[in-house]
């Protein structure tokens, strides 16, 4: 009977082992995606950093382990500290929209 026991707890073991894996493969999609979307545009990176407040919020409410907390945390900094990154890119959008706004109309262009 314990050899038995064995074989299931390894099979438990190697199963928990391949979850595990693919957790962790997803939580670093989840950070690269997130990482991506702040450096497109200081909305999405504040909508990003929302989205990582209230989950961390709800991780706590569940009592979620201090691992998947101290993740939570750690990729809310990620986005925080690329802030500078962020307003810099926040002023070339309002310049480029300015520039935009600016242009003439092309249908003006071709009245004239």
Do not use: F, Y
Not at 14 to 26: F, I, N, T, W, Y
């Amino acid at each position: 009977m314990s050899q038995i026991s064995a074989l299931a707890d390894e099979d438990v073991r190697r199963a928990l082992k391949a979850v595990g894996a693919e957790v962790q493969a997803s939580l670093a999609l989840n950070r690269a995606v997130l990482q991506a979307l702040a450096g497109l545009s200081p909305t999405l990176a504040a909508v990003a950093e929302r989205a990582l407040d209230d989950e961390l919020d709800l991780a706590r409410e569940r009592g979620a382990p201090q691992h998947m907390l101290e993740l939570l945390e750690d990729a809310r900094e990620r986005l925080q500290d690329n802030g500078d990154d962020v307003e810099m890119i926040g002023a070339l959008e309002h310049a480029l929209v300015a520039a935009a706004d600016a242009l003439p109309d092309i249908r003006d262009l071709h009245e004239a």
